[in-house]
């Protein structure tokens, strides 16, 4: 199979560099309108490449849309694509329909991962997620990405949609509330390492038990004296302290019967 990519970060670095390890599967084009990025992924994966859409080549079979969710409305607007082709993006807040006035053959490609550059991935347990316009179309794309991992998966869109935001507070929210709390450490003179092994423990503990069996914590003990004193410790962070008090809100009404 031919494949071009539009769009040359994170997302489409590793998945044009694994595709590209598939017998049968050439990277024809990586167009970006960073021409520096899109030069540099198709060196690895010796593939043309551009900064302009308009010098898109339609030498294809399947052309991947790893761009921003804002990028792809605006690139797919315009865009005029032989119908036997087959189109799909990457995102998880775009319906597979964004396609359906270009192409009857479209659908997407949905890795669940966080992706950096510098940092190489191990596929075969990465969920990939698969919708499809239709069965052909699915059984074309399932043959290619059942290569790649042994966790594929074919949902709808709003099944796609819902994950998304699952995976926003599982990822990013989780990230962010790590950051104030490597940032209290650091202001305090505190070694940020010395929390690892707890962050450790809390996801293990959340994928082991489930993470409503594994919540501890004042809130959920309906602790306010501790709660109080944590409040008042944020009293110069206001962000920071809204933040404290809407979380420990949930957990609390959430565990309330565990107490009574």
């Known amino acids: 199979m031919k ?45 043309d490449y551009s900064d302009e859409l308009s010098r898109l080549k339609t030498n294809f079979d399947l052309l991947v849309f790893a761009v921003s969710d804002d990028a792809l409305v605006d690139i797919v607007k315009d865009l005029e694509i032989p119908d036997n082709r087959i189109l799909v993006h990457t995102a998880g807040s775009v319906p597979s329909t964004i396609f359906e006035n270009i192409t009857r053959k479209f659908g997407v490609i949905y890795p669940l991962q966080t992706f950096s550059k510098n940092k190489s991935v191990d596929w075969k347990d990465i969920p990939i997620l698969l919708t499809a316009s239709d069965e052909t179309t699915e059984k074309r794309l399932t043959q290619i990405t059942k290569q790649l991992s042994r966790n594929n998966h074919i949902i709808t869109d709003e099944q ?101």
Not at 167 to 188: K, R
């Open 3 to 47: 494949i071009s990519f539009i769009g040359s970060g994170n997302v489409a670095t590793h998945l044009a560099i694994a595709l590209n390890k598939i017998s049968g599967v050439s990277i024809q084009q990586v167009i970006s309108k960073d021409k520096s990025h899109a030069k540099n992924l198709a060196m690895q994966v010796k593939a």
């Open 160 to 260: 796609r949609f819902a994950l998304h935001v699952a995976a926003v507070f599982a990822c990013n929210f989780a990230n962010a509330a790590m950051t104030v709390s490597q940032q209290i450490c650091e202001e305090n003179n505190l070694d940020f390492n010395i929390l690892h092994p707890l962050i450790h423990e809390t996801f293990e503990k959340a994928m082991r038990n489930g993470p409503k069996h594994s919540q501890t914590g004042p809130a959920k003990r309906g602790d306010q004296t501790v709660m109080d004193k944590h409040l008042e410790f944020l009293s110069n962070k206001p962000v920071e302290k809204e933040m404290y008090k809407l979380v420990s809100r949930f957990i609390a009404d959430r565990y309330e019967n565990d107490r009574s």
